[in-house]
C-alpha cells in the first residue's frame, strides 16, 4: 500500500466552488456550537471527563475494529485477502482522509483493494455494496427507534424504515451479481448493524458527558446523521451536515436541536482526536520504511 492511498488533494487544485462549499460548511459548523452554546451554556461549563474518556478508550477504537473487520469480509467478497493490521492501516488511514473535501475514505478503500489484485470495478462495486448497506441498516435502526417513541410522528419513523428497507435489497442484488456467498453478506450485514449500534451508543455517551437527560432511544435516532453526513462528500467528513441532521431531528424525537448539535459535535471531536494521531504516525512509519 503506497503513497496513493494518502488520497491527498492540492488546495490549489480544487474548483472554486468547492472551496467555497468547504468555507461555508465551516461556518456552519462554528455558527451551530455558537447558537448551541448560547442556548444551552450550562452544558459545556461542567463535561463529565469520565464520559468523554469512555468513548476516546473505548467507543472509537472499537469502530475501528469493526471498520477493519467489514474491510476484510468485504474484500472476501470479491476474492481478495486482507490480514487484520492491513486492514486496520487502511480503516485508520480511510478515516482520517474523510478530512479531505472528497471520498477519501470510499477513496482509499478502493486503492487498498485494487493494490491487493481485484480490478477497479469490482473494489468499486463492493465498496458501493458496503456504503448501501450502512445507509440500509442506519435509516431502519433509526427509524424503529423513532417508532418506538410515543412522542414522536410514526409516519418519519415508517419512512426511515422504507428508505433502509430499498437500500438493503439494492445490496442484496448487488451482493449476489459480485458473488454466491450469501454468509458473507450475512457477516456484512452484522458488522454493519454492530457500528451504527456503537456510534448510537457513542452519542448516547456523549449526551452523558454533556449532562443532557436523553434516552438512549433518543440518541440512537439520530443514529442516521453520521450516513446523512457522509453523503457529501464534497464537505469534509461532513463537517457541519451531520450535526445539522442531528439538530434537525432531535426535536423530533423531543430533544432540543441545540443538545442534538453539540453531542454529534462532541461525538465528532472525540474520534478526530484519537484517530488523526494515530493517522499521522502510521503516514510517518511508512514514509520512513519506504
Known sequence: MGDDLSGRESSAA???WVRVVILLAAIGFVLGL????????????????????LVAIIGVPVILILNALELQVSANLIGQQFSFSQ??????????????????????RVAALK??????????AVTLLVSGLWVGIAFIYSGIWICSLEI????????FIAVGI????????????????????????????????????????????LGYSASYAQASALAVSSVMGAAVSVVPAGLGIREGVAALLGPVVALSAASAFLAASLNRIIGLTVIVPVALFLGLRRKRSS
Not at 34 to 52: F, K, M, T, V
Open 152 to 159: 414522536t410522528s410514526l409516519q418519519l419513523g415508517f419512512l
Open 14 to 16: 480544487r474548483p472554486l
Open 166 to 209: 430499498a437500500a438493503f435489497l439494492v445490496c442484496v442484488v448487488l451482493s449476489i451479481r459480485l458473488s454466491k456467498k450469501p454468509i458473507v453478506l450475512g457477516q456484512l450485514t452484522l458488522i454493519k448493524l454492530a457500528l451504527v449500534v456503537v456510534d448510537a451508543t457513542r452519542i448516547f455517551v456523549c449526551f452523558l458527558a
Open 34 to 53: 455558537y447558537l448551541s452554546y448560547r442556548a444551552h451554556p450550562e452544558l459545556l461549563a461542567n463535561p463529565n471527563w469520565g464520559s468523554i474518556a
Open 115 to 124: 493494490i491487493a489484485g481485484a480490478s477497479l470495478k469490482r473494489s468499486s
Open 87 to 108: 486492514a486496520a492501516e487502511v480503516t485508520v488511514i480511510g478515516s482520517a482522509a474523510n478530512m479531505l473535501p472528497l471520498p477519501g475514505g470510499t477513496m482509499v
